[in-house]
T-cell receptor, first 109, second 116 residues
Framework: DAKTTQPTSMDCAEGRAANLPCNHS???????VYWYRQIHSQGPQYIIH???NNETNEMASLIITEDRKSSTLILPHATLRDTAVYYC??????????FGTGTSLTVIP | EAQVTQNPRYLITVTGKKLTVTCSQN?????MSWYRQDPGLGLRQIYY???????DKGDVPEGYKVSRKEKRNFPLILESPSPNQTSLYFC???????????????FGPGTRLTVL
C-alpha cells in the first residue's frame, strides 16, 4: 500500500505556475493518485486524480512520471486564493485514504 | 443543492458523556467516511463505509463507533469521549468505492469537538 511524501511548504509568486511534487514510490499498478486541497479549516476540496496518463481539468494539471513513482500538480497561474494545504494521496488497501500533512502553498503577491 | 451536512458544527462536552455527530449526504453516494484533523498530524481516517451495513476501520478507529443503517446517513459515535478526542472532524462521501474507479470525495464543513 502506497503512502506519499511531499515537501512541507512552498512559495509561489502570484500569476506564476505552482508546481507541487509528490513521491509515491511504492504505488501499485492499479492505484490512483488523488490531489485535494484545504483552505484554512474548511473541508478538503477535490482537485484532480490520475492513474497513468497526464490529466488536466479547469483547476490544475497532473503530471505522473512513466514509472508512476512520483507526480506533480501544476496550478498554471497561481492566485492568492490558491494559498492552501495541498494533499497528494494514494488510497490504502483500495479504499482507505491517508492524507498526511500535505504541502502548505503560499502564493505571494 | 448537493452537499454533505454535519451536526453539530461545534460541541464542547465533558469526559465520558456519550455523544453522536451526525453526517448526511443527499447525493445517493455509496461510500462515506469520517476523518479527524489534528495540528501536525493532518487528516486521519477513522472509519469508512462502502455501502449500507458495511463499515471498516481506518487508521485511527479506537474510541469511535459508526453505523450505516441507511445510505444517506453515517453517524459517528463517541461512547465515552476523552480529551484526546478533541479534534476537528470531517465527514465525506463519494459516488462509488474509491478503489479502481477514481472518484472524488465530497467533504462536509467539519465539526469542532472539545472534550474537557
Amino acid at each position: 500500500d502506497a503512502k506519499t511524501t511531499q515537501p512541507t511548504s512552498m512559495d509561489c509568486a502570484e500569476g506564476r505556475a505552482a508546481n507541487l511534487p509528490c513521491n509515491h514510490s511504492t504505488i501499485s499498478g492499479n492505484e490512483y493518485v488523488y490531489w485535494y486541497r484545504q483552505i484554512h479549516s474548511q473541508g478538503p476540496q477535490y482537485i484532480i486524480h490520475g492513474l497513468k496518463n497526464n490529466e488536466t481539468n479547469e483547476m490544475a494539471s497532473l503530471i505522473i512520471t512513466e514509472d508512476r513513482k512520483s507526480s506533480t500538480l501544476i496550478l498554471p497561474h497561481a492566485t492568492l486564493r490558491d494559498t492552501a494545504v495541498y494533499y497528494c494521496i494514494v488510497p490504502l488497501a483500495g479504499n482507505q485514504f491517508y492524507f498526511g500533512t500535505g504541502t502548505s502553498l503560499t502564493v505571494i503577491p | 443543492e448537493a452537499q454533505v451536512t454535519q451536526n453539530p458544527r461545534y460541541l464542547i462536552t465533558v469526559t465520558g458523556k456519550k455523544l453522536t455527530v451526525t453526517c448526511s449526504q443527499n447525493m445517493n453516494h455509496e461510500y462515506m467516511s469520517w476523518y479527524r484533523q489534528d495540528p501536525g498530524l493532518g487528516l486521519r481516517q477513522i472509519y469508512y463505509s462502502m455501502n449500507v451495513e458495511v463499515t471498516d476501520k481506518g487508521d485511527v478507529p479506537e474510541g469511535y463507533k459508526v453505523s450505516r443503517k441507511e445510505k444517506r446517513n453515517f453517524p459517528l459515535i463517541l461512547e465515552s469521549p476523552s480529551p484526546n478526542q478533541t479534534s476537528l472532524y470531517f465527514c465525506a462521501s463519494s459516488p462509488f468505492p474509491l478503489a479502481g474507479g477514481g472518484n472524488e470525495q465530497f467533504f462536509g464543513p467539519g465539526t469542532r469537538l472539545t472534550v474537557l
